[in-house]
């Protein structure tokens, strides 16, 4: 059983009858790709219910072969803490039908290892947790006071700090990999589930996964709220690197826009219409001034190649990885100044809270 301390168990909410039908049809698609994808289809489907009780997100009953979701989990927290429960439920269900295991606790030795299988907190609340360790944490802290410097008014100074802030990040990775210390993973979904993924978004996904040091993939997820699906941004890695990668992320996309803003302003452009290829345009530059930063730091002998073990547990939670070539904007006038305005971008800490993350600053 998955559960919350009441402190922090959501406020119920209420779906329509349609919507609530169509979210348990979604809930046993996700059952069913869930079942095929780890345990190769030998679980046997169960009855999905959804329950309105405060508290617990989901639970398993072996004896009635029913497994709950919690309708106030559907409807206040994203889709991935959802299928996240979803799998939490499923761990239960094959520790006790598959592997016959009823002598236990419920969060015991196997269903311990049946989580690590499905690259799942097992943790009781079954919402993942992402705490970092005192080194990570004080990695993100110096990763943070250099960002603060990079807000300086002076150009280069400003410069300056954003790339001794990127040659801190690959130091610690470096140093890290090397150790051959032991290095815990989380995952976050990032931005808002949309329908259709742009290409500033996917620019945004490259970044990220070529120079933040997680992994990123665009994965689908329900709405349940207007009973329809979408994507969602998912990346992998250290607890610090997915608290950077999240921070940039949201950076990114309010920087974008704001310059797409000031670019209006200056040229009287009274629509929206090249606002798109603009913004395509702003990530291209941005990618291309990260690409000659990394070939300054591969000229002091920093070269990554890249993390085994996040590799390992990517695969864990992603076993079955599609991937899709997609066709760019077009190169207009419009890109072509949004890619100057990128290549113009300083990455640095702000004072207020970003708009397109989840409100997560650095500390």
Not at 127 to 134: F, G, I
Request: glycine share 8%; aromatic share 6%; hydrophobic share 40%.
């Amino acid at each position: 059983m998955a559960t919350l301390p009441p402190s922090e168990a959501p406020s119920e909410s209420e779906l329509t009858a349609a919507l609530q039908a169509a979210l348990v049809r979604e809930l046993r698609a996700a059952w069913r790709q869930l079942n095929e994808t780890y345990f190769h289809g030998g679980l046997t489907a169960p009855a999905i219910e959804l329950r309105a009780r405060r508290g617990t997100l989901g639970a398993w009953h072996q004896d009635t072969r029913t497994l709950e979701i919690s309708l106030s989990l559907v409807v206040t927290q994203p889709w991935g803490a959802v299928i996240e429960v979803l799998k939490h439920e499923m761990a239960h269900q094959y520790v006790q039908e598959i592997l016959g295991e009823v002598s236990e606790t419920p969060h015991g030795r196997a269903f311990r290892e049946a989580c690590a299988r499905l690259g799942v907190d097992a943790r009781a609340s079954g919402l993942p947790v992402n705490v970092s360790s005192t080194s990570e944490h004080k990695m993100v802290e110096r990763i943070s006071r250099l960002l603060a410097l990079a807000e300086s008014p002076n150009r280069h100074e400003a410069e300056a700090a954003m790339g001794a802030a990127q040659r801190l990040m690959l130091k610690h990775n470096l140093e890290v990999a090397t150790s051959q210390a032991t290095r815990e993973y989380s995952f976050a979904h990032l931005g808002v589930p949309t329908g259709r993924v742009l290409e500033k978004d996917r620019l945004v996904a490259m970044i990220l996964s070529k120079h933040f040091f997680v992994d990123a993939i665009w994965i689908p997820v329900y709405r349940p709220r207007v009973g329809k699906r979408g994507s969602i941004l998912e990346i992998c890695g250290t607890r610090s690197n997915v608290a950077i990668a999240e921070y940039v992320h949201g950076f990114l996309h309010e920087t974008a826009e704001r310059l797409w803003q000031e670019h209006r302003r200056a040229l009287g452009i009274s629509s929206d219409r090249d606002r798109r290829t603009y913004l395509a345009g702003v990530m291209a530059g941005f990618a291309e001034k990260l690409a000659r930063q990394d070939t300054r730091a591969r000229s002091e002998g920093l070269v990554w190649i890249g993390d085994g073990d996040l590799a390992d547990y990517f695969k864990r939670r992603h076993p079955h990885v599609r991937h899709v070539r997609y066709a760019g904007q077009r190169r207009t006038e419009a890109w072509a100044k949004g890619r100057e305005a990128g290549r113009s971008i300083v990455l640095y800490r702000p004072v207020a809270t970003t708009v397109a993350s989840r409100g997560r600053l650095l500390p």
